[in-house]
């Protein structure tokens, strides 16, 4: 089949490459704009319009999908299907009847759990012993289309949500293929989503990464974990910002929540059951370090909290 490709972070980049080798032909990609990144924040391209650019594979950046221009120059692709992973923008009616197979979108999670911006993140958030990845229909709602296909992939205990994706976006590219390679056979059929277990994954916000000690230390591990490696979970102390990259739960108990205990090799902070063991934590301004490396500079003093 001749594809058009949407998609724009790392983590749709396995799916293009993967379909860069199979029997299709990709004579498009559609991302996002160049983005302001790095210190000096120049624009930068997306991670798939560089993949792109290097296989020598036309590339339209439009800043909506609505627009004339986009919408003209995709009709004259005369795409068989438009495969979507993490494209970043909602593809209007006119636009998802362009190509005559439909835009086929690869979401991490098991649809109809976790529709939204952030599936990976709030499956480890809410304690999930199992996620996957969902080859589906596009439609003008979220994540509400018909389903082509479903892979499983076990959550283990130390993930972040960086571990997560990476493995989910390469077990999801050879979904994503084998789902294309069943369309052109005529051997799949989109199933409607069931109505029960819905459950929605909006994008993750600074507030959402800001820790709560007084929750119980499982649900400090799962929170610091759903926001490795962003946006950051994070705590204050001393009136700035402390990002923490780690927070391991341990027998330590007796502090009150958000209160440090520091030995000589080890910095442990109370819950609201529990205690935790932080690992690499991030000074605002300041390059990430291990955290018994940071107490000793800081020279915590006894009963210091983090809020």
């Not at 650019?53 to 438009?82: M, N, S, Y």
């Not at 003008?140 to 205990?157: A, F, K, S, W």
């Not at 997560?164 to 199933?191: C, K, N, P």
Request: net charge negative.
């Amino acid at each position: 089949m001749r594809l058009v490709f949407a998609g724009t972070p790392q983590a749709a980049v396995p799916s293009l490459q993967a379909l860069l080798e199979s029997r299709h032909e990709v004579i498009g990609v559609v991302t996002r704009p160049d983005a302001p990144a790095g210190r000096g924040r120049s624009l930068r391209p997306s991670p798939v319009k560089q993949v792109a650019v290097e296989a020598g594979i036309e590339v339209a950046t439009p800043k909506h999908p609505r627009e004339d221009d986009f919408q003209q120059w995709l009709r004259a692709q005369a795409p068989d299907a438009c495969p979507v992973v993490a494209y970043g923008a909602l593809v209007p009616r006119p636009v998802l009847d362009i190509p005559a197979n439909g835009w086929i979108n690869l979401h991490f999670s098991l649809l109809p759990a976790w529709r939204g911006a952030a599936p990976v993140q709030h499956a480890l958030l809410h304690g999930d012993d199992v996620t996957g990845a969902t080859t589906f229909l596009l439609e003008e709602g979220m994540d509400t289309g018909p389903v082509l296909g479903t892979m499983t992939e076990t959550i283990r205990p130390t993930d972040t949500a960086g571990d997560l994706l990476e493995r989910l976006a390469i077990a999801g590219a050879g979904l994503l293929v084998a789902t294309l390679d069943a369309i052109e056979e005529g051997t799949v059929t989109a199933v409607p989503q069931p109505a029960e277990g819905v459950s929605m994954a909006p994008k993750i916000s600074v507030d959402d990464a800001r820790i709560r000690w007084h929750e119980p230390a499982f649900a400090v591990d799962r929170r610091v974990r759903a926001c490795t490696p962003g946006p950051g979970a994070w705590t204050s102390f001393r009136d700035a910002r402390l990002k923490v990259q780690a927070a391991r739960p341990t027998e330590q108990d007796g502090l009150a929540p958000g209160e440090l205990r520091v030995t000589k090799n080890a910095v442990y902070v109370g819950t609201g059951a529990g205690g935790v063991e932080l690992g690499v934590v991030q000074p605002h301004g300041k390059k990430a370090v291990n955290a018994a490396d940071w107490a000793r500079g800081a020279r915590i003093e006894e009963r210091e909290m983090l809020v």
